[in-house]
């Protein structure tokens, strides 16, 4: 008889691309891997792995298994998520955030998923959005904490929070002690952060509806190194502006009052549609109540257990 097990251990050889990334993965020796896949060939009489190959290659008849694993294991741990207690759901939860939710609040989401799901590991990834989403599309993750930039029926999304930005350059940077009109700001140099960023995409598309082009711009993918640059007067950039609030209060960054003035930028939690679960359901409600862009570095939750 077929089990978990032996499905387990060649849709992650499949997954991996290996039967020793595959056994790390699974927490068990190369030797169990390789005896499960056997006993799955021995069970219907045909080879699932092309062994002339230095590298685990799926045969065709082993694709269709892949796929039929893929979707088995899926159908259990939403069994398993539905009618099993918190405290016994046990698996990992690829979770895909920018580096500004890293920055801010992840460290409470982690917390509260270690108290309310002890046995559920999440295994972050800090990519830029557009990365992320596509790692999710590719089923390599099974959860992103993006800003709202990608209207795709696939990806459903759940609106978590926001985050409010604003023009920052260094003090004296800009002549102008009074308000300033985005036009006549895009005359100066703008650290952008690029179409690989969500908000970066959102300010693009905000600003060319104004009929603003920068005259000069620099695009900056990492938010630490855009906030250093601005800091040290490269240019004017759109910027967090509540968790800079500490390099505001100390004088290393200047907000400038720049009409109209930057719209918020929402925060999302999207997942593929068909990938659905209580799990992940009660996940986006976890990272709803603890989303704060206001602070960086915060803690985990007093209350939560330590690895």
């Given at each position: 008889?077929m089990t978990f097990k032996?499905?387990?251990?060649l ?12 056994a790390?993965k699974l927490n068990t020796?190369?030797?169990a891997?390789s ?6 060939e021995?069970l ?26 893929r979707r ?5 741990d939403a069994?398993v998520?539905q009618f ?6 046990e698996r ?12 801010t609040?992840l460290?409470r ?9 002890p046995?559920?590991t999440?295994e972050?990834d800090?990519?830029g959005?557009l ?5 999710l599309?590719?089923?390599e993750l099974d ?6 930039a990608f209207?795709d029926a696939r990806i459903?999304g759940?609106?978590i929070?926001?985050?409010e930005?604003?023009w920052m350059?260094?003090p ?5 002690s009074?308000s300033v009109?985005?036009?006549e ?7 952008v952060?690029?179409?690989?960023s969500?908000t970066g995409?959102l300010y693009d598309?905000?600003m060319?509806?104004l009929g603003v ?5 620099i ?6 190194a855009?906030t250093?640059?601005?800091v040290?007067?490269?240019g ?14 100390a004088?290393?960054l200047?907000?400038?009052d720049?009409r109209p003035?930057?719209?918020?930028v929402?925060y999302v ?8 679960s209580?799990l992940?359901?009660?996940?986006v409600?976890?990272?709803?109540s603890c989303c704060?862009?206001t602070?960086?570095?915060?803690a985990?939750p007093e209350?939560a257990p330590v690895?």
């Amino acid at each position: 008889m077929m089990t978990f097990k032996q499905l387990e251990a060649l849709y992650w050889i499949g997954q991996l691309g290996g039967f020793a990334a595959a056994a790390h993965k699974l927490n068990t020796s190369q030797s169990a891997v390789s005896k499960r896949v056997h006993e799955l060939e021995m069970l219907f009489d045909t080879a699932l792995f092309d062994r002339s190959q230095r590298t685990a290659r799926l045969t065709e008849k082993g694709e269709e298994m892949f796929v039929l694993a893929r979707r088995l294991l899926q159908q259990r741990d939403a069994a398993v998520e539905q009618f099993g207690k918190p405290e016994v759901i046990e698996r990992r939860l690829r979770l895909g955030v920018t580096e500004l939710t890293a920055m801010t609040w992840l460290p409470r989401l982690v917390g509260l998923v270690q108290q309310h799901y002890p046995k559920v590991t999440l295994e972050p990834d800090v990519d830029g959005s557009l990365p992320l989403r596509d790692k999710l599309l590719a089923d390599e993750l099974d959860l992103i904490v993006v800003p709202d930039a990608f209207g795709d029926a696939r990806i459903p999304g759940t609106t978590i929070g926001q985050v409010e930005s604003a023009w920052m350059c260094k003090p004296g940077a800009l002549s102008s002690s009074g308000s300033v009109r985005l036009h006549e700001l895009a005359r100066h140099r703008m650290l952008v952060q690029g179409q690989a960023s969500g908000t970066g995409r959102l300010y693009d598309t905000w600003m060319k509806a104004l009929g603003v082009v920068p005259a000069d711009a620099i695009v900056v993918s990492n938010l630490i190194a855009l906030t250093g640059l601005t800091v040290s007067g490269l240019g004017v950039s759109y910027l967090p502006r509540q968790c800079l609030q500490p390099l505001i209060a100390a004088g290393m960054l200047a907000v400038l009052d720049v009409r109209p003035p930057l719209p918020p930028v929402p925060y999302v939690a999207m997942h593929k549609g068909e990938h659905r679960s209580a799990l992940t359901a009660s996940i986006v409600m976890l990272a709803q109540s603890c989303c704060d862009f206001t602070r960086i570095f915060q803690a985990m939750p007093e209350d939560a257990p330590v690895a």
